[in-house]
């Protein structure tokens, strides 16, 4: 006797985003399921699939935002009851990685917190992980399992081209994002420049912006990142950028985590339009009149849809998402 295989695809969410779950689910063409999240008197977290998962490909969406060690535990949990109940292949899906800027030791006695969180994925069960924008490329080196690295590049670079000026340049707000910037210039045909910071010794969240190398007066500059969480390096960027004559000033990022106090100083920064994209949910009452939102659920889904079907996921890209 020869049986056939029938492969079915699973798309279940946790709850620190269901909005982006569904809309991913809407590409798809496929019905979100029901994991029936519930807590404990005491906090602890409960997950029983509604219907049989067995033999089939599950993927679990969860942006790990705050209350971070929340949404990931909830993840976690997830990934061992799907693997409990015999999925055949679990891909855990994380628009935003958490803890991913403790990627290295920067001073003794440090966590590298982005190397346990690919571990506690590993060990709960996931066969795949799927991320967007990391805050280093490397960490996919942390991962013994198949890890895609999507990019909200196509998304911000269609915003730019609908809504930018000829007159444009992509900056860099510190070092480490030239390279990140040297593809958004190459795609765009523009100039780039780069801003030089300083974190003053023993601090957090606070940043000094020094010089700018290139070429801004008189034109718009785009200070690309990959999050704006307190919002200290763009806004000390933009600031240089006014001093040295820029003519109009803009921030894109992936992630806006906007932990306080970062919509203050986006208000009073010298930046017209604040852009970024949906991993992480942004309540009605934090937004602000500069601040537009753009959606990266038809990326996640055709990223999906690509491992689902064994197919390339970075042909989505054209290759632009290896970091």
Not at 62 to 81: F, K, R, S, W
Request: a negative charge; glycine letters at 6%; proline letters at 4%.
């Amino acid at each position: 006797m020869e049986l056939v295989p029938r492969r079915r695809l699973e798309l279940v969410s946790g709850r620190s985003h269901p909005e982006l779950a569904q809309e991913i689910a809407a590409h798809l063409g496929v019905d979100l399921g029901e994991a029936n999240l519930r807590e404990f008197a005491n906090g602890e977290v409960h997950c029983r699939y509604d219907s049989s998962i067995r033999g089939t490909d599950v993927f679990i969406v969860q942006t790990h935002c705050g209350p971070v060690n929340d949404t990931l535990m909830e993840q976690l949990i997830m990934i061992d009851a799907a693997k409990r109940a015999s999925a055949k292949r679990i891909t855990a899906v994380c628009p935003y990685y958490g803890y991913s800027r403790q990627d290295r030791k920067a001073t003794g006695r440090e966590p590298i917190t982005a190397k346990l969180v690919a571990d506690m994925l590993q060990v709960a069960g996931a066969d795949r992980v799927v991320s967007v924008d990391l805050h280093s490329g490397q960490i996919q080196g942390f991962f013994n399992v198949p890890f895609d690295h999507l990019t909200a590049m196509p998304v911000l670079i269609e915003e730019l081209r609908n809504n930018g000026t000829d007159d444009l340049v992509v900056v860099a707000p510190d070092a480490g994002r030239v390279k990140v910037a040297e593809r958004y210039s190459q795609v765009l045909d523009c100039d780039i420049a780069v801003v030089h910071k300083r974190r003053p010794r023993g601090t957090a969240n606070q940043v000094e912006a020094l010089h700018v190398v290139g070429e801004v007066e008189g034109r718009t500059c785009v200070l690309i990142d990959d999050m704006i969480d307190t919002a200290g390096t763009i806004c000390a960027g933009a600031e240089l950028l006014a001093e040295r004559g820029a003519a109009d000033v803009w921030a894109m990022a992936t992630h806006g985590l906007f932990s306080d106090p970062a919509l203050e100083r986006l208000e009073k920064a010298p930046i017209s339009k604040v852009v970024v994209t949906n991993t992480l949910p942004i309540p009605k009452d934090r937004y602000i009149d500069k601040l537009h939102v753009l959606s990266v659920a038809k990326l996640i889904a055709d990223a999906i849809d690509a491992v689902f079907e064994d197919t390339s996921v970075s042909e989505i890209f054209g290759g632009d998402n290896l970091a």
